[in-house]
């Protein structure tokens, strides 16, 4: 009987690690090209894209990517989104090196360390999305989740709207908020249990290292399952024909910022302990 039990021990000691995995990873000292991680870059081209009215994206610089040494990282990721010009965005993890395509009831932990600075050292104070957990429509959630910067840093739910399939901005409420100076390296770790069930999702949130507690800080028609240790939330996090991470900078708010944001580390694993960045 000891013996059945020291050999159980055993392989489940040993089983652990295996199960437990980065499965996409976006290093740049592997390579720089874009389509070796992401699905694309979105540069703000799309007609949909205009700032103000329709037709003002024409003539305006795209948005651009780079590869650049930081002084405390190494290689990072630098996505530059000029001004007038409304995205730039990585769009989804599925690569030609590496590449993941989430689905209904994967339970996953998105890590990346994060800047944002603006070219002209201007203050951002207007709400700019620097990350989204994206739907691809037809959907009733634009984008179940996101981060949206102004000088604070907010993780924001977006509740189904089955009625309308509109009227989103009435859905969100912000689950977590934080002051984060501009040209400061931070760290985040997003989990995701992918599911298209009303509060069958769970969505946990680290910042600098750091698990946060989550709450309905601010709603109007919509609130997330929060649970009782305040760390957990539950929430509809699977919506239309998939879903999809997508990072940069975006919406009608940022057309007036020249602005940088800089990645570093970028990983998709099935643990926290295989993504967490090191501080």
Known sequence: MKK????????????????????????????????????????????????KVKGDHEDVEASTVEVLSDEELGKVWKINKPNNRKRGEFARVEGQLDSFSPKEGDDIYLAWQWKIDTVDKAKIDKEVTVFQWKSASPHNQNYPLNLEYDGELTLNAWGPNYVENKGYHNRRTVLWRKAVPQNEWVSIVIRIKVNKEDFGGLVQFWFNGEQQILENLESKEYQVKVSDDKKTVFHRTNDGRFVYPKWGVYNKRSCQYDVNAYFHNMKLGTSLATVMPKL
């Open 4 to 51: 059945t039990i020291l050999l159980l021990a055993f392989f489940s000691f040993i089983s652990a690690p295996l199960s437990a995995k980065v499965i996409w990873f976006a290093d740049p000292d592997q390579s720089t090209k874009v389509t070796n991680f992401f699905k694309r870059l979105d540069d703000g081209n799309y007609p949909q894209d205009y700032c």
